[in-house]
């Protein structure tokens, strides 16, 4: 089991961006995949990025080309860099992570994060 604990959420303007950080401790880190989800009030949860294990990454489709995601093994932390944000981004942002190199399916992702905030204004 792995813990996690995100920070780096905050408000900006549209346009803004924002660095989320995911620190993990415990023994599930390294080689399996690990991932941004994001629900705001009225939707539902949904994938923002995940990276596997062997470091493929896949993004919404909403956030193709703004967002990246990455992390660094020796820290044991996950990023997720935003850029050009929007209004529609506003969302609880959480980290996860699976007992699997895989991504695939989501009901993989086990370990869950509290959540960071993310408010974007017009």
């Known amino acids: 089991q792995v813990r996690l604990a995100e920070s780096g959420g905050g408000s900006v303007q549209a346009g803004g961006s924002l660095r989320l950080s995911c620190s993990a401790s415990g023994s599930l880190y390294g080689n399996y995949c690990m991932g941004w989800f994001r629900q705001a009030p009225v939707n539902e949860r949904e994938r923002v990025a995940s990276?596997?294990?062997?470091?493929?990454?896949t993004y919404a489709d909403s956030v193709k080309g703004r967002f990246t995601i990455y992390k660094d093994n020796a820290k044991k932390t996950l990023y997720l860099q935003m850029n050009s944000l929007k209004p529609e981004d506003t969302a609880m942002y959480y980290c996860a992570a699976a007992a699997s190199g895989s991504c695939y399916p989501a009901e993989r992702f086990g370990d869950w994060g509290q959540g960071t905030q993310v408010t974007v204004s017009s």
């Open positions: 990276i596997g294990g062997d470091g493929t990454t």
